[in-house]
């Protein structure tokens, strides 16, 4: 797909998927499109969300694969269907839990993605400004682009999941995604790691 600088972006194709597929519409996808994390990862979310991930149980469903390999590639126990892949697989649970509390907060399994979404906006109650309700919410779109990256090496580069090195890494990158919102932002992945109030004591 191409800008209107004559570029290919990522941007412009999930615009125009957009306006293909939602004309009209005000579902949960126009959230899409006000984080503040890099294309890649509002891709990964936007994809998930209409079905359009290669999970194994979407390749079995147009007869890629033998219903026999639909596994999930972290368990080997149950299909890999977007919602287990991203959410409710043992170990990605985890992940999204340790995030969870990294922020003091609690929460129960969401159903899937939809559900996602509507819990994890709202579990930041209280008197939060903007940009730290902005990056809670990027810090969503980041743990679903970090999973699906996770998984994708795992099939395709036989690299196994570390998942206390992928949390770290989730830290760096969502400082660099921040910095890269606001210059100005100088905190680094282990700062934000150490204490989620660094967040909020920079944009009081
Ligand atoms: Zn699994």
Redesign the pocket.
């Known amino acids: 797909m191409w800008g209107k600088d004559g570029d290919y972006t990522v941007n412009s194709c999930m615009l125009a998927l957009e306006r293909i597929r939602y004309a009209g519409s005000t579902t949960y996808v126009t959230n899409v499109w006000k984080s503040i994390c890099p294309p890649k990862t509002e891709m990964t979310l936007w994809l998930a969300l209409n079905e359009g991930l290669c999970t194994r149980a979407f390749l079995v469903k147009r007869h890629v694969l033998s219903p026999q390999e639909d596994?999930?590639?972290?368990?080997?126990?149950?299909s890999?269907t977007v919602s287990?892949?991203l959410l409710?697989?043992?170990?990605?649970w985890k992940l999204w839990n340790k995030i969870v509390a990294w922020r003091g907060l609690s929460w129960v399994m969401p159903y899937g993605l939809d559900d996602l979404q509507c819990q994890w906006l709202g579990l930041l109650q209280g008197n939060h400004c903007k940009f730290e309700r902005s990056v809670w919410g990027g810090f969503m779109f980041s743990i679903i682009w970090t999973i699906w990256n996770a998984r994708n090496n795992l099939i395709f580069e036989d690299q196994k999941p570390i998942w206390e090195d992928i949390l770290w890494l989730l830290f760096y990158f969502a400082a660099g995604w921040i910095r890269n919102l606001n210059s100005s932002f100088w905190y680094t992945g282990a700062d934000l790691y150490r204490n989620h109030e660094c967040i909020s004591a920079w944009s009081a």
Request: aromatic share 6%.
């Open positions: 596994r999930c590639p972290f368990c080997e126990q149950h890999e287990h892949i409710h697989c043992q170990v990605v």
